[in-house]
């Protein structure tokens, strides 16, 4: 849709622009052609042009919406090719600017020879993926109106010895760093709506409670400690309530905890097991797994707790279900001759499609936060591992390596950027 869509793009100035709405659509697994010119430097930064482009490079191929072929950088006016219409063209520079760098980002339509994106970025030596990573999310936004996910988090757990703990990384798993040093099982974690807060399961009390660690004050404290299992959470998206699986009651049943966790709302009764909720995202049903017809399957509830019903109908054995961002499709994982692969449904449990095949257990898949990519764990290579793809399978990557990972969870994307650092790219 991409490729057919900017052909379409009007004509214009070839200004300065910070403010791009192109209204192009893309449909996530059709690529566009992208010509990435080698990025030019400034005097003493050559260095930095260089890593700035191998950055720009895996994200743009990590979209998901671009085939990359490199390219020189453009000498003169680009000139108009219509044979090329749906192209685009990619052109930096980075120079010093003060006591530290600014990168220049150009886009061309190549079919029409317009420019189409321009945006200054100042940084410091230390934010070098960080400011390509905004790049290509600008970029994104600005040819398909959805933001990439190259600003994004993950978490993920990290199995090493008899500890398992909570790490983060950035979107392509690079910078992996650990979050929790309780040297005991911590499970399950999920970012907070507003990406300063993971919650997660640990049992470095004992029983398997529920904490929130806190990104601003660097440490974790106690959410939910009832007796039993305090498991599984997910945030609304509004971020006022935590639903979860709770045990206190003897049976395992969904709950919602209020943030202030002074209320707690029994969604599920029954005598079988009902957990790994998922809220919707306008916030008014919940997905979840329940045994209740005698094996694991997907559930949808409103989120009061009423109007329960049974959304697969296809296989024995379903779990760890997801709702998309935009809503209309749910991912889950489903146990076929003892092997899970993941499992992508239209949201109402009609036309299932498995898109992964014959590579291991593939579990604990999570939406990115823009619907284009899928994260999930694998046995794949041995060891569980972190991979994305394609809602469609295709284009799997692998993103953690060493000591066995699972468990991944997407963060949401950044808030916009303040009026201070939008005025920066006015040039």
Known sequence: MLLALVALLPSRPGRTQTDVDLNIKATGNVKSPLLL???????????????????????????????????????????PDPAQQGTVRVEGLVETSGSGLKFTGTVYDVGTGEQVFQRIYPFARTELRATMHRFNDDVLEALTGDRGIAETKIAFVRHSGKYKEVWIADYDGENARQLTHDRSIALSPVWAPWGSEVAFTTYKRGNPDLYLF?????????????????????????????????????NAEIYMISRDAQTARRLTRNQRIDSSPSFSPTGRELVFTSDRSGSPQVYVMDVEGSNQRLLTLEGKYNDSPQWSPKGDKIVYASRHDAIFDVIVMDANGRSPVQITFQAGHNENPRWSADGRKIYFSSTRSGRRQIYMMNTDGSDVTQLTRGDETFNPATGPRPRRRSPTAKAAGTG
């Open 37 to 79: 010119a080698r990025f030019r430097g400034g005097s003493g930064a050559g260095n930095m042009a260089n890593g700035a482009r191998d950055v720009a490079r895996h994200d743009f191929e990590l979209s998901g919406v671009f085939t990359v072929r490199d390219v020189e950088a453009l000498e003169g006016k680009l000139e």
């Open 214 to 250: 806190d990104f601003s004050r660097g440490a974790s404290y106690p959410f939910s400690t009832r007796p039993g299992l305090n498991t599984a959470p997910s945030y609304s998206p509004d971020g006022k309530w935590i639903a979860c699986t709770l045990t206190r009651d003897g």
